[in-house]
């Protein structure tokens, strides 16, 4: 972790490059965690952004909305593991059949992501359907995820494929008491994916400052009309 990294909560606008005018984060005070029951009431009622839904695996019906408000894009679905980036123990071409070692986004030093210790969300590549990038979301970009009555935040770290969704890294599931194996674990419904738009966490494996800001990220969400 690098602590100086937390000073994107005062100077948030030099991070957003493709958001010049964005409103800087105030200091944060810890006031204790958003519950999973606000967050969820807040993404309740869905006003559809994609032109139409995601499947949540290969061969069963599009079914997914993506929803957006001022703030934020969210989902809910399914959650499939990503071991893709670095190989680890966990996550290599013995343990995961479908493993690759490269990953849309890239760490600060140029390397790949590390999905066994960073918390990351995939989103689909741009189509006809829906286009992340339209809607002030990147690699880096701040997600709180939400599974029965936990929140966990996480970043944007990889792309998947153009028609299914509700897939994070085995550090995402892990944090989100759900079996990280990437041959047979993961959830096949019940987890919410809420993105924050036209924010950044850099560098993008800080998991500290992805925490800070979710944290503050997440209130504004709640309190927001």
Known sequence: MRLQSLTLLAASAALLAAAPQAEKWPAVRHQGDVRAADLLAKARECAQISRGRYRTDDGRPPTIPVC????????????DIDCDGRPGRHCNSRTDPYFSDVTAFTQSDGR??????????VVPAPSS???????????GSVVALV????????????VGSRDNIGEASYAAAEA?????????GGTASGVTYIVFKDTRVEPIED????????????????SSR
Do not use: K, N, Q, S
């Open 68 to 79: 957006g408000t001022r703030e934020a894009v969210f989902w809910t679905a399914d959650l």
């Open 112 to 121: 790949y992501l590390d999905a066994e210790r960073l918390p990351y969300v």
């Open 129 to 139: 359907v829906w286009d992340y990038r339209d809607h002030g979301i990147r690699g």
């Open 147 to 158: 599974y029965r009555d936990r929140v966990r935040y996480a970043v944007v770290g990889d």
């Open 176 to 184: 989100l008491g759900i079996r990280p194996d990437p041959h047979g």
């Open 207 to 222: 998991r500290e400052a992805a925490v800070t800001v979710g944290e503050w990220l997440a209130r504004r969400f709640v």
